[in-house]
C-alpha cells in the first residue's frame, strides 16, 4: 500500500506559479512511476505529467514548457512546478503512482491522492 497526499494548491491569477507537493507512505517511493492528473468540473481526469523510476519525464501538450515534474526519492516526494498558469488550468490535481503498464492512463495507476484544488483567475 502506498498512502499520498497532495497539498500546494490555492487560488492564482493568470501568468503566475504554483508548486504541488505529493507526499508518500507506505512501499518505497522510488519502485513507482509517480503521476499528475488533473479533472476540471463536468471533464474527465486527464493525464498532465509523469516521471518513471530512472527519471524519464512525460507530459502533456497542454502543458508542455510551463509545468515541470520532478521527485525527491529521500523525501519520497512528487512535485509539479507550474508556471505560466492559464484559467484553462483550473481542476482538481491528483498525484498517483503505478509499478507497471502506461503512464498515460489512469487505469494504470494503482493509487491516487484525495487531489488538490487549483484555481486560475483571468
Known amino acids: 500500500q502506498v498512502q499520498l497526499v497532495e497539498s500546494g494548491g490555492g487560488l492564482v491569477q493568470a501568468g503566475g506559479s504554483l508548486r504541488l507537493s505529493c507526499a508518500a507512505s507506505?512501499?518505497?517511493?522510488?519502485?513507482?512511476?509517480m503521476g499528475w492528473f488533473r479533472q476540471a468540473p463536468g471533464k474527465e481526469r486527464e493525464f498532465v505529467a509523469a516521471?518513471?523510476?530512472?527519471?524519464?519525464?512525460y507530459y502533456a501538450d497542454s502543458v508542455k514548457g510551463r509545468f515541470t515534474i520532478s521527485r525527491d526519492n529521500a523525501k519520497s516526494t512528487l512535485y509539479l512546478q507550474m508556471n505560466s498558469l492559464k484559467p484553462e488550468d483550473t481542476a482538481v490535481y491528483y498525484c498517483?503512482?503505478?509499478?507497471?503498464?502506461?503512464?498515460?492512463?489512469?487505469?494504470?495507476?494503482?493509487?491516487w491522492g484525495q487531489g488538490t484544488q487549483v484555481t486560475v483567475s483571468s
Open positions: 516521471t518513471t523510476r530512472i527519471r524519464v519525464t
Open positions: 507506505g512501499r518505497t517511493f522510488s519502485g513507482y512511476t
Open positions: 498517483a503512482a503505478h509499478y507497471s503498464g502506461s503512464y498515460y492512463y489512469t487505469s494504470s495507476y494503482n493509487y
